[in-house]
């Protein structure tokens, strides 16, 4: 079982950045691919970004390609989400999530444990 904390959303402008972390417990460190998505308002969740288990390989939606940076620190069974020049229209509940397979993917439904998410705002 892994347990999954976010933390680090909040109230921005747009322009801003933003860090959120994800804090895992339990049967995980290395052993999970790791990923972001979140859900907007009135819209259904979508991917972010993932990471693979040793973090040298990470995947981005198009939307977020060249602001958004997933990094993860195995020590501290801890993962990122660095975004920059926010927009209004990323703003949404990010979700952190961890996927047991080793490919990289970017399917919600494949994702086998989730955080509680956290609220992101992005004011223009």
């Known amino acids: 079982q892994v347990q999954l904390v976010e933390s680090g959303g909040g109230l921005v402008q747009a322009g801003d950045s933003l860090r959120l972390s994800c804090a895992a417990s339990?049967?995980?460190?290395?052993?999970?691919?790791m990923g972001w998505f979140r859900q907007g308002p009135g819209k259904e969740r979508g991917f972010v970004a993932v990471?693979?288990?040793?973090?040298?390989?990470?995947l981005y939606a198009d939307s977020v390609k060249g602001r958004f940076t997933i990094s993860r620190d195995n020590t501290k069974n801890s993962v990122y989400l660095q975004m920059n020049n926010l927009k209004p229209e990323d703003t949404a509940v990010y979700y952190c999530?961890?996927?047991?397979?080793?490919?990289?993917?970017?399917?919600?439904?494949?994702?086998?444990?989730w955080g509680q998410g956290t609220q992101v705002t992005v004011s223009s």
């Open positions: 999530a961890a996927d047991r397979t080793a490919r990289l993917r970017s399917d919600s439904d494949e994702f086998d444990y």
């Open positions: 990471i693979s288990r040793a973090g040298t390989t990470t």
């Open positions: 339990g049967r995980t460190g290395s052993n999970h691919n």
